[in-house]
């Protein structure tokens, strides 16, 4: 198979309008959603603290109920 000289690509891409779409994109979650998510993902690491917390007291309260039988 004879293959010529490498075609030249024709089609060159635009990217005049990167920048829009990029920063467009920045805003598509409305501030009120990321706040919302903000307070969500706050409350959710206070709850796993309070149920790690509890996890400890009831293996203490387990460990002492054996010492005590």
């Keep these: 198979r ?3 000289p490498p075609r030249e690509i ?3 891409r635009d ?3 990167d920048g829009e ?3 467009a994109l920045t805003r598509i979650l409305p501030q009120r959603k990321l706040k919302l ?3 969500l993902g706050a409350a ?3 709850y796993h603290k309070v149920l790690t917390r509890r996890s ?3 293996s203490e309260a387990t460990a ?3 010492q005590n039988s």
């Design 10 to 12: 024709q089609d060159v």
């Design 2 to 4: 004879d293959e010529g």
């Design 56 to 58: 400890e007291l009831f």
């Design 64 to 66: 002492l109920q054996r």
């Design 44 to 46: 959710l690491l206070e």
């Design 37 to 39: 998510w903000d307070a």
């Design 15 to 17: 990217n005049s309008k």
């Design 21 to 23: 779409y990029w920063e």
